[in-house]
């Protein structure tokens, strides 16, 4: 029954958690810039408002439109199956496969960019066209980092990788670090934060991935700026626990699981506030510029293997 | 005598059969096309028992018919890699002559239908004996018959002129690697004394260390014009857009396999393995074809054009499976090399499936508006809905996204790559990594590719007002694609058996004949061969379906007050035009101009002014976009210009004069006097 | 980059707390009113949308300074956005050009239910310093059904502000105080 409670637990707590760490970045960022900023369970309260509109859809759209945020939020739960959040005890082989989870985020990233053009209005074509030209270049570096922790753990398993890091030595541990940074870039990159895309921008013409839901609103907006929060919380949850992961329960014990639930949550928070601290001191890249910066992620991960041997 | 062996003739037979009556019936086309459509669907039905039967009742059977020519014998040998390869050629045979009776009758009272009939029936009954022949010069027969089959079928459309261009590039190109090929076929006769495969085979140790690399490198360059690697590609984006649509399916996902085919069987099968440099050489060009494939494709907006590059790109990934292989067959690491056999030999077929989807989709879509520039199409997806919904299966395929097939051989591609960094020690590694980050570099951006070519040609608004006239395609054309389609989900979640049945057919090549270790052998799951990976596509497509349910029925729940209302795409207030949407050229110019020291995008500027003095106000002013033609310039140019220069050279030898002659002759006969006298 | 921290930490607050705002008297006319729902359902989060129909600018300096450290609109959960599919409250402003009326009607017809719209400025109300002109249409009321006026040329930030946690009714003008407090 406990073991039940624990897995229902672990799958409902990205999406429960998630809003509440895009609260908690806002709020940061408001406070250095002198603000007060909105309270940290604000976006709880958009998402709620949003749930309760009506929706306004375009004739132009087709099905496609209709169908992807549900693909879209589904495809951030499918991860949730796979990734340890609160403890290690549910390994499976089926879907705790590194690849599995980054062609997962690419399909509905490839359903989002399809949602950009069919509604025929000028901003969504591009706002797809860089989507897919950002993702394009960081799955490189993002298979590469994955790839660095594999090699440690000889498995691609993320429960056992979890298992390897967490027994490593300190002096081999230089190459996760690496790999760690290269995925930090690859963070900002696919969940549009600064250098790469402003979340918070009117422009239109500098938007990246606010260009494709522009027509969006109701439950379906709802339903997508809940998936933009999930895949946040993802990959700071992919950030904490792989390259990080003491402290995560091995057993399924209610104690060890509360005990590691907030060692868990203090990880996460210590990635929220260096986000937030990041996207504070930068402005965002002149988009040919961000190339460069995902081949320099590619290029630390590459020279974290070459470390490891 | 076994019942495979009988119907693979019978299949042959019925190919024949289709040669012969269509072009009895030259004149009467709706005759025509029904024969040639039906010999050709009961042929390909045939060749799928008789794989099957082989491949899983393991009946592989070898005939030997010698003939009045000494060294020519018609020998066939279907062992498990022939009769893989006979499985994949029927199969989309199959669907592609279903497609092709209802997609043909666009071309009644333009072009000959029972020519048609002759050279397609021709050329798959063409290529089944290639990957079949046992004997050098029969094979060659074969090759010949399936490329001058193919190229009657490339210039079909004889009315357009870019298409007799087309055919005569292919032509030439195709000779060309028929040239290094015969090459290649003559040295191993010098070293062996036979053109029999099994001879050669079983005598390979006759062959000295340097003539087999001289070889390989000849065979690579000949059957690699044949499957289109980069720099012997540029036959394919000419040719494949002119054929008709179905035989564009079969030159792209089954006749460049042919390539593949023996690429695999001289390397891997004769010559079981090589030194350490023929793995590194294939996983580079692997590497480059896929990458580069794929960048131009993004340049195009011709949509077979298009396709056709991701031909280029997918053979890349296959090469990249088949260079891991060679090097850890190399290396010693025997359940390796299987796992990278076993990884292109899944693409292998995976390709044919989806190209030919894909091909049939746009085939369908041609067929309506008449066009293939992509610019002109949108919208699509309202006037032919089953259309577009199996070109997105295709492009979801394509793109190696789960829970499709083209996930399921990527994925072993990449844990084939990977244990290549994983396991071996030297600077090899670093061709692995570098082929590991060409595939996932490959993957995004073949993903940003359809999203392109889905989004602009389906979605949105119709950019020319002829789009609004179209309908839907007839039953013979949706049912191959829809079948196909289906294909594509099920092998993605089948692909735990389908690599068992791989491994024995990989583990069927001389070279890794006592491997006797398979990758897998767990249905469900898809795994590398020691532990390190393993993901359970069907687990995964339920997790995915339960959510999208779950979700579905919880926003149903909280949402459930709320209304929809239909209006106008917000356009902040002014007109929409089609204009306005982005375009296919703007989509991608961005990855375009990232990558602009590799396809040297060019801009061509027009204006026409309204006086000439002075130019201040412009009547027109047309922009092209577009890119350079490299390889034309770089490579093909100077040796067409190099190879003219030599011959220019011989005038001075031959320059017409009688006298000059006969003093060679007479100089010549000095010579030969005086060594005579010496010797 | 240490200098901007340590610019930032020292700096002092500037946030003005709702009970130092000192509105005009009488800012708010109440147009028609609005459901108690829907004033429940924007009380947590509001989306603003701002049309510009023509006005002289000078509204949308004041509604842009409501975004900046002093006046911090999000801190009530207010915030602005680009799109009217994903806009809870029109602010329009101007007194409604001829060319913009096709534009203001398409906007009104983009956002969702329900919605509230608000006209801020003497422009908007009723022309304002424009009223009679041929090329205005004297107030927004005369394109779109407005729910609430914010007079003033232009109204200062902090009408503005009071205006809206009115709207929301977070707010009692006279005693100025945040209801939930």
């Known amino acids: 029954m406990s073991t039940i409670l624990i897995f229902l637990l672990q799958f409902s707590l990205i999406p429960l958690l998630s809003p509440l760490f895009v609260g908690i970045i806002r709020k940061i960022k408001a406070r250095l810039q002198n603000r007060r900023g909105a309270s940290i369970f604000q976006p709880y309260s958009d998402l709620s408002k949003l749930f309760h509109k ?118 081999s541990y230089l190459p996760v670090l690496l790999a760690f940074i290269g995925f930090f870039i690859i963070l900002l990159a696919e969940t549009g934060r600064f250098p790469f895309d402003n979340p918070a921008t009117h422009l239109e013409l500098t938007m990246i991935h606010e260009a494709m839901i522009l027509e969006y609103s109701g439950k379906r907006l709802a339903l997508i700026e809940w998936a933009a929060a999930n895949k946040l919380l993802i990959f700071l949850a992919i950030g904490a626990n792989l390259f990080f992961p003491w402290g995560i329960a091995t057993s399924l014990s209610i104690p060890a699981i509360l005990g590691s639930l907030g060692i868990f949550l203090a990880k996460l928070l210590i990635l929220s506030v260096a986000v937030a601290v990041l996207e504070s001191s930068i402005a965002k890249s002149r988009f040919f510029r961000l190339p460069d910066l995902l081949l320099t992620s590619f290029i630390l991960s590459m020279i974290a293997i070459g470390l490891i041997f | 005598m076994n019942s495979a062996q009988n119907i693979f003739f019978l299949a042959l037979s019925l190919f024949s059969a289709g040669v012969v009556f269509s072009i009895l019936s030259y004149n009467k086309e709706r005759l025509a096309n029904i024969f040639s459509s039906t010999f050709a669907i009961l042929g390909s039905i045939t060749g799928i028992i008789s794989a099957v039967l082989v491949l899983i009742y393991n009946q592989s059977f070898s005939i030997n018919t010698p003939s009045s020519f000494p060294i020519l014998s018609y020998t066939f040998k279907v062992d498990y890699l022939s009769a893989f390869f006979v499985l994949i050629i029927s199969v989309i045979a199959l669907f592609a002559s279903i497609y092709g009776y209802g997609y043909v009758k666009q071309y009644f009272g333009k072009y000959n239908i029972g020519s048609l009939g002759f050279f397609y029936n021709l050329f798959i009954a063409g290529m089944l004996l290639v990957v079949t022949a046992n004997n050098a010069l029969f094979f060659l027969i074969a090759w010949e018959v399936m490329s001058l089959a193919s190229f009657f079928l490339v210039i079909f459309e004889k009315d357009k002129e870019k298409n007799i261009k087309a055919g005569g590039l292919y032509f030439y190109m195709t000779h060309a690697g028929t040239a290094f090929i015969i090459l290649a076929f003559l040295l191993l006769y010098r070293s062996v004394g036979s053109l029999d495969f099994d001879i050669i085979r079983n005598n390979i140790a006759l062959v000295p260390a340097f003539t087999k690399s001289l070889i390989f490198v000849l065979a ?354 002014t007109d929409l035009t089609p204009r306005m949407e982005i375009t296919a050229t703007g989509f991608s110019r961005s990855i375009i101009t990232i990558f602009a020291n590799i396809l040297k995008p060019s801009k061509e500027v027009e204006i026409v002014y309204h006086a000439e003095n002075p130019k201040y106000f412009p009547k027109t002013n047309v922009v092209n976009l577009g890119t350079k033609e490299v390889y034309q310039t770089y490579l093909y140019e100077p040796i067409h210009r190099l190879i003219t220069r030599i011959s220019e050279l011989a005038k001075i030898w031959q320059n017409g004069n009688v006298n000059a002659y006969i003093m060679y002759i007479f100089v010549v006969l000095i010579v030969l006097l005086i060594a005579g006298a010496l010797k | ?119 801020v400025g003497d422009d908007a109300i009723d022309g304002g310093i424009f009223k009679g002109s041929y090329a205005v249409l004297d107030g927004v009321d005369k394109v779109i059904p407005v729910d609430y006026y914010i007079a003033g040329d232009p109204p200062t930030p902090t009408d503005i502000l009071v205006s809206l946690l009115e709207i929301l009714e977070k707010i009692d003008v006279n005693k100025t105080k945040l209801a939930k407090d």
Not at chain 1, 77 to 93: A, E, K, Q
Not at chain 2, 449 to 466: H, M, N, S, W, Y
Not at chain 2, 474 to 486: E, P
Not at chain 3, 52 to 81: K, P, Q
């Open chain 3, 1 to 119: 980059m240490p200098n901007l921290f340590s610019k930032i930490l020292s700096t002092s607050k500037t946030v003005i707390e709702v009970k130092d705002l000192k509105p005009n008297a009488e800012v708010m006319k109440i147009g028609k009113k609005i459901n108690a729902k829907v004033k429940k359902l924007f009380g947590g989060s509001l989306a603003i949308r701002e049309v510009d129909a023509g006005s002289t600018n000078a509204c949308e300096h004041e509604l842009t300074a409501l975004s900046n450290c002093f006046y911090d609109v999000e801190r009530f959960g207010i915030h602005f956005v680009a799109s009217p599919r994903h806009a809870d409250m029109l602010i329009v402003t101007g007194p409604v050009s001829r060319n913009m009326k096709e534009a203001l009607v398409r906007t009104y017809d983009a956002t969702p239910d329900p919605k509230i719209v608000v006209a």
């Open chain 2, 220 to 573: 690579l360059i000949g059957f690699g014009t044949k499957a289109g690697i980069i720099p012997l590609h540029i036959w394919l984006p000419s040719a494949h857009p002119a054929a008709p649509s179905h035989v564009s399916a079969l030159m792209s996902g089954v006749m460049i396999k042919t390539g593949i085919f023996m690429l695999i069987r001289i390397s891997l099968d004769f010559f079981a393995g090589g030194p350490l440099w023929w793995g590194i050489l294939i996983l580079t060009i692997g590497a480059i074809s896929s990458v580069l494939g794929v960048l131009y494709a993004l340049a195009e907006h011709d949509i077979k054009k298009l396709l056709a590059y991701h031909s280029i790109e997918n053979i890349g990934i296959i090469l990249l499976g088949l260079g891991s292989a060679l090097i850890f067959n190399t290396l010693g690491f025997q359940s390796m090399a299987t796992l990278g056999l076993v990884a292109a030999l899944f693409h292998t077929m995976n390709h044919a499936i989806f190209k030919a989807l894909l091909f049939m989709g746009a085939g369908s879509v041609i067929s309506k508006t008449h066009t293939r520039n992509i610019e002109k199409y949108g919208g699509i997806i309202r006037y032919m809905p089953l259309t577009a919904f199996f070109f997105l299966i295709g492009s979801l395929a394509i793109s190696a996204l789960p829970p499709f097939n083209g996930f399921a051989s990527e994925w072993i591609t990449f844990q084939a790559l990977f244990a290549g960094i994983r396991l071996v020690s030297d600077s090899t590694t670093w061709a692995f990594v570098l082929a590991s980050g060409a595939l996932a570099l490959t993957g995004g951006l073949a993903a940003a590719c359809f999203v392109k070519v889905f989004g602009i040609t389906f979605l949105a608004r119709p950019r020319d007002e002829k789009i609004k006239q179209i309908s839907e395609s007839s039953f013979s054309l949706t049912f191959s694609m829809a079948v196909l389609a289906a294909l594509t989900l099920v092998l993605g979640l089948f692909s735990g058996s389908v690599t068992s049945i791989l491994s024995k057919v990989a583990g069927n090549v001389t070279a890794l004949k006592n491997s006797g270790i398979s990758p897998g052998a767990d249905p469900l799951a898809i795994q590398s061969g020691d532990s390190f990976a393993s993901v359970s596509l069907p687990y995964v497509f339920l997790i995915l379906g339960s959510a999208i349910l779950i979700v579905f029925i919880w926003v149903k729940l909280v949402s459930r007050k709320q209304s929809q209302r239909r209006t106008i795409t917000w356009d902040c207030g």
């Open chain 1, 54 to 171: 009506n929706e306004v859809i375009s004739h132009d759209s087709s099905w496609i439109f209709k169908a992807m945020p549900y693909i879209l939020f589904a495809s951030t739960l499918v991860i949730c199956v796979g990734l340890p959040l609160i403890t290690t005890g549910f390994r499976n082989s089926f879907s705790g496969d590194f690849l599995v989870i980054i062609y997962i985020l690419a399909l509905g990233t490839f359903f989002l960019a399809l949602a950009g053009i069919d509604t025929g209005g000028g901003f969504g074509g591009f706002g797809s066209s860089r989507e897919m030209t950002l993702a394009a270049l960081a799955e490189g570096g993002f298979i590469f980092s994955m790839l660095v922790l594999s090699v440690i753990a000889h498995s691609t398993n993320l429960t056992d990788i979890i298992g390897s890091v967490s027994s490593l030595p300190l002096i």
